[in-house]
């Protein structure tokens, strides 16, 4: 069994950064790809950016340009020119496994 943990998730205003960080229980991340997702209020959960295990990377339309997938010993989701529409609970989850964090709140607003 894995644990995830996210971490760096706030409140910041429209056009603010976050560095949101996924830890795991023991190594993983350099064995399967690695996908962050996540889930606004009333919405189904998306997957916002992933990393493969070559480090291929993949990013959803709605943050191409703003959000950046990273990977060393965690993986990393650098979130940059933040909107309103931003905000949900963010997920990291281990792909093609049951593993997923618990999700951590990030919040756009002034």
């Known amino acids: 069994q894995v644990q995830l943990v996210e971490s760096g998730g706030g409140l910041v205003q429209p056009g603010g950064s976050l560095r949101l960080s996924c830890t795991a229980s023991?190594?993983?991340?350099?064995?399967?790809?690695v996908g962050w997702y996540r889930q606004a209020p009333g919405k189904q959960r998306e997957l916002v950016a992933s990393?493969?295990?070559?480090a291929n990377t993949n990013y959803a339309d709605s943050v191409k340009g703003r959000f950046t997938i990273s990977r060393d010993n965690a993986v990393y989701l650098q979130m940059n020119s933040l909107k309103p529409e931003d905000t949900a609970v963010y997920y990291c989850?281990?792909?093609?496994?049951?593993?997923w964090g618990q999700g951590t709140q990030v919040t756009v607003s002034s």
């Open positions: 989850h281990v792909l093609n496994t049951d593993y």
């Open positions: 023991r190594s993983i991340f350099r064995v399967y790809g």
């Open positions: 990393i493969t295990r070559g």
